[in-house]
């Protein structure tokens, strides 16, 4: 069994904050790959299905982020499972928006929910880190987090969620490689190798036939008028 762990802050004035990435990949994956209706436990809201031929359950805390390691550590002395069970999903400040990596362990790197979960269950637990981007500035952290995805932003962001839930089933069963890839599809398509481009039927000045002036003028009759004469004798 796994359990999928999306971070994020609960009730609608939050739902379409930077910070609520983690909620919002969690929706997909229930919506996309039929599993139950959310209900309340653990302080959080969950959600049962499969991927990948494991069952899984999709946790997102209800505790605000601060607190996510509360829920986080209830579920798992539930379930029995162990830190190597568990995968967060939550926002990267220091990756470009757009961008997703996964990471096994490591520190919290000053992420609140990370830093709670760390508290309640320890470091050795999976992240899918998605990237949102830095204000620039860490006085402006906290309000670029808890402000919406501007619509400019919209495109890439469904991209990236929908190449999670493609890649979920193995992330299910631990391939962070195969997971990786499956978004990678999403987010930056192959090109069409049947897409050929068009042949360039203008005549460049290469292709030009060469002008009258550039070829070799006919030889010069150099004879003098004598010489004209006995040639003349000659041939007669």
Known sequence: MK???GLGNPGAKYAQNRHNIGFMALDQLERDHGFSSWKAKFQAEISEGVLGGEKVILLKPQTYMNKSGQSVGEAMRFYKLTPADVVVLHDELDLAPGKCRVKQGGGHAGHNGLRSIHAHI???YMRVRLGI????HKDAVAGYVLRDFPKA???WLDDVLRGISDGAPELAKGDGGKFMNAV???TNPPRSSKTKAKPDTTMS???SPTPKEDVPAAKQDTRTALQKLADK???S
């Open 3 to 5: 359990l999928f762990v």
């Open 122 to 124: 320890g470091a050795d």
């Open 133 to 136: 981007g830095h204000p620039g």
């Open 153 to 155: 932003d919209q495109e």
């Open 184 to 186: 990678a599809l999403r």
């Open 205 to 207: 000045a290469q292709t």
């Open 233 to 235: 004798f000659r041939t």
